[in-house]
């Protein structure tokens, strides 16, 4: 069985900085992503990656302060939140396809998501 874990939400101040990690297990992932959804607000795309981690696409309220990364052999992905602000505040998704290995930015670009991790910044 096919699983995606996000782990390293957590509780930080605003202009903090939190890790995401995202563990695959039971196949291979290509393109990756990362998206998230506040209270009472529709999920949004934040930041994408291929298969070869070289072409990335971010959303532009989190261009030049989140990084995603991935390390294939360990079947992970990275998100790197930095300079958080208060509006960061959500449950964040780790997403794959196991269609095609380029960088998508649409809900349905993937077909495997995890359970979601909350990350909160406060004021």
């Known amino acids: 069985q096919a699983q995606m874990v996000e782990s390293g939400g957590g509780l930080v101040q605003a202009g903090g900085s939190l890790r995401l990690t995202c563990t695959a297990s039971?196949?291979?992932?290509?393109?990756a992503a990362w998206f998230r959804q506040a209270p009472g607000k529709e999920r949004e795309f934040v930041a994408t990656i291929s298969w070869s981690g070289i072409d990335t696409v971010y959303a532009d309220s989190v261009k030049g302060r989140f990084t995603i990364s991935r390390d294939n052999a360990k079947g992970t992905v990275y998100l790197q939140m930095n300079n958080l602000r208060p509006e960061d505040t959500a449950v964040y998704y780790c997403?794959?396809?196991?269609?095609?290995?380029?960088?998508?930015?649409?809900?349905?670009?993937?077909?495997?998501w995890g359970q979601g991790t909350q990350g909160t910044v406060s004021s």
């Open positions: 997403a794959a396809s196991s269609r095609t290995t380029y960088a998508r930015t649409k809900l349905n670009d993937y077909n495997y």
């Open positions: 039971g196949r291979t992932f290509y393109a």
